[in-house]
Every structure is written in structure tokens, then in C-alpha cells.
């Protein structure tokens, strides 16, 4: 393979892994403040009960 190939190639494969590192990096960084946090955790357990309330239904 010409030296531009091995070149393209390794480029390439820097790109992928460059990619790969920025996205376990943020992966985990949702910062939320303590109130929405809150918020959300009610929202979960209304629509779990009335999801439980609608197949008690049936």
C-alpha cells in the first residue's frame, strides 16, 4: 500500500478512537439540579401508578 494509504488509514483510526474517548467522557455528565431531579422522580411514579391503575383495568 502506497505511504497516502497508510496515512488515510491511520488518520481514520485516530478519528474513531478520538470519538470513542469523547463519548465515554460525557457520557455520565448530566448535571440537574436537585429540584428537577425531584420533579422528574414524581413524574415517574404518577405515570407508574397509573399505568398499574390502567392494567388493574383490564
Not at 502506497?2 to 488509514?9: C, V
Not at 478512537?17 to 411514579?45: C, F, M, Q, W, Y
Amino acid at each position: 500500500m502506497p505511504m497516502i494509504g497508510w496515512i488515510f488509514l491511520l488518520i481514520a483510526v485516530a478519528l474513531i478512537i478520538g470519538s470513542l474517548v469523547v463519548l465515554r467522557d460525557s457520557a455520565n455528565k448530566t448535571h440537574l439540579p436537585e429540584d428537577k431531579i425531584d420533579e422528574i422522580r414524581k413524574r415517574k411514579a404518577e405515570l407508574e401508578a397509573q399505568e398499574k391503575a390502567d392494567d388493574d383495568q383490564w
